[in-house]
DNA sequence: GATAAGGGTTTACGTAACGTCAAGGTCAAT
DNA sequence: ATTGACCTTGACGTTACGTAAACCCTTATC
């Protein structure tokens, strides 16, 4: 039984223009070629286009299916399994995406139709801004400016979840250094706590966590008013007892 | 606070090329263009490029993200409400292929690495070809070239699932033909039990069901002794009771 | 004042897997 | 000889950019 390109496309279901893009890139070439330039496909390309279809329905490229069918040492479980690591991938970004999709829509229905996300957003935008105003002198000088840069890059790129267990995070820290104080030391079992919390929420913006990076924060905390003012807030002297839990828990 | 494509790039995280880009498709326009043709960028649209990134991320077109956020009375809700239908269905999409392919992993684990699935392709295209040559002709003139052609891709292109289940289904009719022929009445309820699962096995390979059809074939299958013969394997006279418990079904 | 470095600009090709013309050759039947 | 169906090869369009290439502007340095 012999087909041309229509014929073949009729039976298989695919159109000509893929039959012929197909023999373009080598996937799968007519039996032969007669007088006027007609492709003419055989049985074995019948054969052949099966499995083809076979595999684009499962999604694999072509230039995977090319390696697949027509290498017979190919390890097909191996590239499938490779597949199936991708798929699952795939699915898991798709329900990450479904579930802030549902999110989204339940917010407009809650009656705060995108202010919420606005003000999500602005409050990102803030917070970058007022630590680019505040800090941004003093961290470009002590880390570079690449490093501020993609902090400020990692914080806007932060989901609204992200950014909800941060700001969580940011309160948990503030009730746990004011119990902590209470222990009066710095090396206690809840102060040590509170400064593993402090380097969690560190690694939320931070993009990458060193220790001398954490002792440095620790310093400028103390060395800069405003975040002394904000952490004393807690319980007065909270900023320098914060710094030496810190110190503490790095030399661990 | 003023950016120039790159700033802004670095703040937000994309390309330089995104930015034009978004500018030459209108998603994005800079506030101004400075006198040396340099595109700057203001918090306004610091803050757009936020909300486009956002819905970016959950994989909206960039078509669609314009309508989102350039028209304030588009229905966003809506929008939304319709993209979550796409991504169910991908999701389901994603769940069929997985399960394919871990299918199909497994069964090359199985020990019959590739030849099943060589074996399915090859009893398919043998089934077609047969059923072609036998029956092609009578097929042909009695329902129209589409009709066969029809019933043939349908054949191409059924799952291994389907495949097997129409194999399966083949071989409880030719019990249930054994058994119904015992009764010796084709108006019995094992013999229109048979003649339901035959037009079940029919649809598989037939594109649509029709009682015309259904009794056309059963006289074919009487008439022809390439039938005949396969039928009367189960008992003797199977074909004919067959034949007589399909009319009965069909004028129930 | 020349030059180099480091911005910016536009234009244009490449990506995956085809759909969709357009222009033109082939084949069978009328 | 003509018609109509079927074949061929380009070539552009699709999405959301990446990646040059070729060129302009500004600033710093020698």
Redesign the interface.
């Known amino acids: ?1 012999e087909y041309t390109v229509n014929k073949l496309a ?4 695919v159109s000509g223009r893929t039959l012929r893009y197909y023999d373009k890139i080598g996937l799968l070439k007519p039996a032969r070629v007669n007088s006027s330039g007609y492709r003419i496909y055989g ?1 074995k390309e ?2 052949l286009l ?2 083809i279809l ?1 595999y684009r ?3 694999v490229s072509l230039e995977d299916i090319k390696e697949i069918i027509h290498q017979p040492d190919f390890d ?2 191996l590239a ?2 490779n ?2 690591e991708e ?2 991938d ?2 898991a970004r ?2 990450k ?2 579930a ?3 999110k ?2 339940a917010s ?2 809650g009656g705060n ?2 202010q919420d ?1 606005d003000k999500f ?2 409050f ?2 803030k917070l ?2 007022e630590n680019e105003k505040k800090y941004g002198k003093e961290n470009r000088e002590k880390y570079g400016d690449d490093t501020v ?1 993609a902090s ?2 990692k914080l ?2 932060m ?1 609204q979840e992200d950014y909800d267990n941060m700001t969580k995070l940011g309160e948990e820290i503030f009730e746990l250094l004011k119990e902590a104080y209470l222990t009066g030391d710095p090396n206690s079992p809840e102060a040590l706590k509170l400064a593993e919390k402090h380097k969690e929420w560190l690694m939320y913006s931070w993009p990458s966590y060193t220790k001398e990076a954490h002792a440095g924060l620790a310093e400028m905390y103390v060395a800069d008013e405003r975040f002394t003012a904000y952490y004393d807030k807690a319980v007065k002297g909270g900023t320098k007892f914060l710094r030496d839990a810190i110190n503490n828990y790095i030399n661990m």
Chains 1, 2 share one sequence.
């Not at 009729?10 to 279901?13: A, D, F, M, V």
């Open positions: 039984m009729k039976i298989s279901g049985q019948v054969d099966q499995q076979f329905e499962l999604e097909r479980k499938l399994k597949h199936y798929l699952k795939k699915r798709l329900d995406i479904m802030t999709v549902e989204t829509i407009i229905e139709p995108m996300k957003e602005g990102k935008e970058i801004n840069e400020n890059a806007r790129g989901s």
